[in-house]
């Protein structure tokens, strides 16, 4: 089944732990990306990638890291989480980069840092 | 630069009423439109795509968009609510020319039986 799979689903967490979110999609797409959704915000970019090895910033990317080793991963690195991360982080792909292509989403990861 | 307005954070209809849900964008260029489909405990989910082949694009579970550049619109409609609707929906913009798409705020719409 083409999907795109993130872990964990939830997580709590404390000020400053470093923690990693994985996203995993199986459908050989180029184009993946992070975002963060908040009441009243919509989604939000964090980061993205246009193939492996190649990431750039999108709107709100202070405290988050990401790495794309292998097109099929991208995790999202929180090196010292604070509470305004507190949110529901989501992982899309899409077959090629660029504003006129379906994005797959993943579940969704919340994620509390109290 | 791109951006989309979505009127309404909640719209509350009555199961078999008509659902109307409006977006608005702002493009320098011929946009690409997206209805997306947030249910509970759920990822997002494409539920329909304007692409400049026809004005009025349908999508999946009787939903349907109409693109009007006079008005800068593009409102999600369902001619009869089904309780399954009731879910957050977001409308989003991108260019070809661009590595991203923008979100609108979503706006929930609640079903009264």
């Known amino acids: 089944e083409a999907q795109v799979t993130q872990n964990p689903r939830y997580l709590i967490t404390v000020t400053g732990k470093k923690l990693t979110v994985t996203c995993s999609q199986n459908?050989?797409?180029?184009?993946m990306s992070w975002y963060r959704q908040d009441p009243g915000l919509g989604l939000r970019q964090i980061y993205y990638s246009m193939n492996v090895e190649v990431t750039d910033k999108g709107d709100v990317p202070e405290g988050y890291k990401v790495s794309r080793k292998e097109k099929r991963n991208f995790p999202l690195i929180l090196e010292s989480p604070s509470p305004n991360q507190t949110s529901l982080y989501f992982c899309?792909?899409?077959?090629?980069?660029?504003?006129?292509?379906?994005?797959?989403f993943g579940p969704g990861t919340r994620l509390t840092v109290l | 630069a791109q951006s989309v307005t979505q009127l309404g954070s909640h719209v509350s209809v009555s199961e078999g009423a008509l659902v109307l849900l409006r977006c608005n964008y702002s493009?320098?260029?011929?946009?690409?439109l997206f209805w997306y489909v947030q249910y509970p405990n759920q990822g997002l989910q494409l539920l329909l795509k304007?692409?400049?082949?026809?004005?009025l694009v349908k999508g999946i579970n009787g939903f349907e968009a109409e693109f009007k550049k006079s008005e800068t619109s593009f409102h999600l409609t369902k001619p009869s609510a089904h309780m399954s609707d009731a879910a957050e929906y977001f409308c989003?913009?991108?260019?070809?020319?661009?590595?991203?798409?923008?979100f609108g705020s979503g706006t929930r719409l609640s079903i009264r039986p």
């Open positions: 989003a913009v991108g260019r070809s020319s661009a590595s991203k798409i923008i």
């Open positions: 304007y692409t400049s082949a026809a004005t």
């Open positions: 493009s320098s260029v011929p946009p690409y």
């Open positions: 459908m050989n797409h180029e184009y």
């Open positions: 899309a792909s899409s077959k090629l980069a660029g504003g006129n292509n379906e994005q797959f």
